[in-house]
């Protein structure tokens, strides 16, 4: 009896093979992602402390001498340039990720195509190969058949 063999299996292969190493990707990036967004958060959360300090002493009515306000001036300025960045950064991760997530999507829409193929291929020999059995069985049938007259 005769073996389906399918000849795009190797592209089909190589196709299971990108899909992980994509999603491997993906989630290296998902990941970055993550730590990216912790690191804006707590600088963040830096900025808005710093400020609600400056905001309590300024109820407070203290005097800040001219180079202290300079200094926290200054902070806040770096806190705030530094979330800017940080939220950048995370902002092209965001890009790389999506990327390789349509990516994978298109990867795995081909993969299933084949897949689909194949499927119909193996199908079609299926049938051929009971429609030839069939007919093998039946002309045996009529060999006996003939043989005991």
Not at 1 to 25: A, C, G, R, S
Not at 48 to 76: F, P
Not at 133 to 143: G, H, Y
Request: charge should be positive.
């Amino acid at each position: 009896m005769k073996k389906f063999n399918y000849p795009l299996d190797p592209i089909l292969k190589q196709h299971e093979w990108e899909v992980d190493t994509l999603k491997t990707e993906l989630m290296t990036l998902n990941q970055a992602v993550n730590a990216k967004q912790d690191k804006v958060d707590k600088l963040m959360s830096t900025v808005r402390d710093a400020q609600r300090d400056v905001l309590n002493i300024c109820r407070e009515n203290a005097i800040i001498d001219l180079s202290r306000k300079a200094l926290i001036e200054i902070y806040l300025r770096e806190q705030c340039t530094q979330v800017k960045v940080a939220q950048e950064e995370m902002e092209q991760v965001k890009q790389l990720a999506d990327r390789a997530f349509l990516q994978l999507q298109k990867k795995r829409q081909s993969q299933k195509g084949i897949e689909k193929h194949r499927d119909r291929k193996k199908k079609d020999f299926d049938s051929v190969v009971m429609r030839n059995e069939s007919l093998e069985a039946d002309e045996l049938w009529l060999a006996k058949l003939s043989a005991k007259r």
